[in-house]
């Protein structure tokens, strides 16, 4: 049954019934197995942005001839409980307004597509844009919008299984003359991040390190120890989690040690009090490892295909591999078929579900009852 005729189900779908020798309020936040999507705001380039961008970008063009429906659709029709969104800091506002792809189009004689004709751009904020100037267009062009829609979504459905939101916060430039250069993550910058988060989802509606944390010393022992919150408490509720390593990760860090008084999850390695939400994007080469990582009580996020290299094959290997591991969250590009690929390559969990018990943590028996 797809998931189309599916979704007019939810409400029914979170009478949740993973075991029936046990009453489903003890089920976890971990306790679960769902699809998202990558980059979810993105649209298609034009195609004769991408022919331009062949001959101008180094690397490879291909892998960006994806493209997305609405959040709302994502989340309506296709029953996806995990999302991506990257955020660019604009201080002043029009820092993207005009991207220098539009304007290629026109040295060529071609008449671009329509481009944010409300001037929204223009207004101060984060702004959510994949590559500015070269692969701009976004279903939603503030991070405020974006998190408006999620929230309008998340307010008409209050028993929907948690949502997770993963973030870049993304200062990586294309070294090409012209093109926008990002400006940093300061610890100001992510200050305003979350005051920005903070105008458009209500602290009550966040599962935040602080609520996982508990009494525990760290975050990591919390986890380890099974603290999450229960699913009947995280329905209707949404996690953050900044998918950042490195200096952006310290930083934003610093001064809250576990993450206290933090918004977001950080994609930190075991062993560190900060360790709870890890991304591990090949599910293949570490399958052992997020099973192990899974067991032990972190939620992981993997990816079913990337750079649309499955999709151009129907390659299902890592979408199995995937489903094997255990990984909460399990992101593709492909939740709806790419006709143009002529491969049907499209990713849904077994049997068109919004999601499933968590294969690595319950016993047998279990493995195929549905989360509807």
């Avoid at 003359?177 to 509606?205: C, H, M, W, Y």
């Avoid at 860090?253 to 075991?270: C, D, E, M, V």
Wanted: contains cysteine; proline residues 5%; negative net charge.
């Amino acid at each position: 049954m797809k998931r189309k005729n599916l979704i007019a189900l939810i409400a029914i779908h979170f009478i949740i019934s993973c075991n029936t020798l046990e009453p489903t309020a003890k089920l976890k936040l971990n306790n679960i197995q769902v699809i998202g999507s990558h980059n979810s705001y993105k649209k298609s380039i034009e195609p004769a942005l991408l022919e331009i961008a062949k001959q101008t970008v180094t690397k490879s063009v291909e892998a960006l001839q994806y493209s997305h429906v609405s959040l709302t659709e994502q989340l309506n029709n296709y029953g996806l409980r995990n999302l991506e969104i990257d955020v660019v800091v604009d201080t002043e506002g029009g820092k993207f307004a005009n991207p220098v792809g539009i304007e290629l189009l026109k040295q060529n004689e071609i008449e671009p597509q329509p481009y944010d004709t409300l001037g929204l751009l223009n207004t101060k904020g984060f702004k959510v844009i994949h590559i500015p100037d070269l692969d701009f267009r976004t279903t939603c062009y503030r991070l405020v919008d974006c998190l408006n829609e999620i929230k309008a979504w998340s307010d008409a459905h209050p028993r929907h299984l948690p949502i997770a939101i993963t973030f870049n916060a993304k200062t990586e430039n294309l070294e090409i003359e012209g093109f926008q250069e990002l400006l940093p993550f300061t610890a100001k910058v992510f200050n305003d991040l979350e005051r920005e988060i903070l105008s458009e989802l209500p602290r009550s509606k966040l599962i935040t390190p602080d609520d996982v944390r508990g009494d525990f010393y760290t975050l990591e022992e919390a986890v380890k120890a099974n603290n999450w919150p229960t699913l009947e408490d995280a329905r209707g509720k949404i996690i953050l989690v900044l998918d950042e390593e490195g200096e952006k990760r310290d930083v934003y860090i610093k001064g809250h040690p576990s993450l206290k008084g933090r918004l977001f999850f950080t994609n930190s390695k075991p062993g560190t009090p900060e360790a709870a939400f890890l991304i591990v994007n090949n599910p293949i080469k570490y399958q052992d490892s997020i099973k192990a990582l899974v067991r032990a009580g972190y939620l992981v996020r993997t990816r079913a295909d990337a750079d649309t290299r499955e999709a151009r094959t129907g390659d299902y290997t890592k979408f199995k591999a995937a489903l094997n591991s255990g990984a909460h969250y399990i992101s593709t590009d492909y939740y709806q078929e790419d006709k143009s690929l002529n491969t049907n390559y499209e990713i849904e969990m077994p049997n068109g579900v919004v999601g499933r018990c968590n294969p690595v943590l319950l016993v047998k028996p279990f493995l195929n009852v549905d989360l509807e």
